[in-house]
């Protein structure tokens, strides 16, 4: 008997002769590249090193873009960015023991906010493995151990064999629902040696849809049906599920108000009459949800921004829908739901009954308006016209990349980011220096429009070496640096804890001068040109810099007293 299946997976003649005639000068890093190539990559990032070589050498073999990066840590929040933009695993090329290290921090970001990245490293000599000292360059006694921690799973290779399934392995889990970084390490040997292994073709590793269980879903419906002021917070599981379309219908059938996470910016819409939009770090907002009899929480851990520093403490009953299974129900007791939020919000928008609530939209007014009350109280006119002056200049369609910075902490309670998938910052682990490489794997993705990269003079120090790589690949990203002299928010943070800052303050370069001396027009502005300079900058082709002297402060803090 002859299955459908069968003839599909029998192979052609063409095949066949193709498959006894490879082309001759290949390598194990041509079955990483063509392995790449047949899942559907277009572009990789990363940095040469010597156990590597035969990984990039093989790259001039293949059709695959090269974006070289000067900082492993760098290569991987590119990388990071690039999953985030286009929702495909974006491979990240490394070297053994310090490069691969080095791209650590990146890695856990990736991590916690669910970024896609398959990084790709080499590894010592098969001869030097399995935990001996041998002296080789490089060695690590378990190199892997180091990224197991980090990542969402490591896939080791030992033979050429082994390289196609191997990556396929990882790019599906880099893939399934809760997205995330993989790690796959090839020994040098493997890279380096001949191969008579056919080209890889077709690879199959389509990740597997993770669905709500029906008997969950229908008493998440009742719930949320019945209840008689509903709320609803939005996460970056939203974003990652291309579900904020569903979100909204759901909200305006429950006649819910809505509140997005840091990480759920844009998933909905800003000036909505039930947007409460990001003001989850106020009392305000937080003594609404608390007030709320249901809190439907779609794609967010309720961590410790996302619930006012843990000081939330809802009365209702909480419903969560959290595709990664580990942040389920590990901040309060819920209903808990395994799900991708796009099949989880598509299952309630099924099952649920319409309500009316003519007063949802007067409570949210009420609610806006007591934050805004709080902060203009605080006199932070500077603040909120420079944020106001990036939202002008920025175009509507454009994303942007923030660094750890305090600009950024404005941005993630007070800037309205246009759309889902828009405002990206570091946020999730909370590294330095996250902005501008981020911005450059942004750009790579789509060239089409201007990325806005966001650092503090701080993190722009982590950074400064990418502008060799935004000029070297004429990427469309403008970087806008506030300079205050050094670590801002720590300065304020200490001197608030302490009465003063130790160890805060910097000797920085001239930002302009070093942006022109790499062939990137810099500009220096002011709070009253910011918004011109910054338009301008936007509209013109190809990187360019921005700097801003001012020392910004935060709005007071309400989780403290």
Known sequence: MTHDHDLELRPTAAQITAALNPPPGRNGGDLVVETLAGLGATTVFGLPGQHALGMFDALRRSDLRYIGLRVENNAGFAADAYGRITGEAAPLLL???????????????????????????????????????????????????????????????????????????????????????????????????????????????????LVPRPELTAVAADLLSRAARPAIIAGGGVVRADASKKLRQLAEKLQAPVVTTPGGKGAFPWTHPLSLQSWLEDRHTTDFLEDADVVLVVGSGLGELSSNYHTFAPRGRVIQIEADLGKLESNHPALGIHADAWHAVQALLETVTERTDPTAAERVRGVLEKVRERIAAQELTLEQGVLESVR????????????????????????????????????????????????????????????????????ALYS?????????????????????????ILREYMTDAFGEATATELTRPDYVALAESFGVPGVRTSPETLESDLAKALGEPGPSVVVLHAVLRMFAATHLG
């Open 464 to 488: 400064v070496a990418e502008l060799a790589t935004a000029r070297q690949y004429d990427l469309n990203v403008t970087w806008l640096i506030v300079d205050d002299g050094g670590y801002g």
């Open 95 to 209: 070297s053994t023991g310090p490069g691969a290290l080095t791209s650590l921090a990146a890695l856990q970001e990736a991590r916690a906010a669910s970024a896609p990245v398959l990084a790709i490293s080499s590894q010592i000599p098969t001869a030097g493995l399995g935990g001996g000292r041998h002296g080789y360059l490089h060695e690590l006694p378990d190199q892997s151990a180091s990224f197991r921690g980090v990542v969402k799973s490591v896939h080791t290779v030992r033979s050429q064999s082994q390289i196609p399934s191997a990556i396929a392995e990882a790019w599906k889990s880099a893939l399934t629902a809760p997205h995330g970084p993989v790690w796959v390490e090839i020994p040098q040997d493997v890279l380096l040696s001949p191969t008579l292994l056919p080209v890889v073709t077709a690879v199959d590793a389509t990740p597997e849809d």
């Open 392 to 459: 002008r200049a920025l175009p509507a369609t454009s994303p942007s990349f923030w660094d750890m910075t305090i600009l950024a902490y404005w941005a993630w309670s007070a800037f309205d980011a246009k759309g889902p998938n828009h405002l990206h910052s570091a946020q999730g682990a909370g590294g330095l220096g996250y902005g501008f490489p981020a911005a450059l794997g942004a750009a790579a993705a789509d060239p089409t429009r201007p990325v806005l990269a966001v650092s503090g003079d701080g993190g």
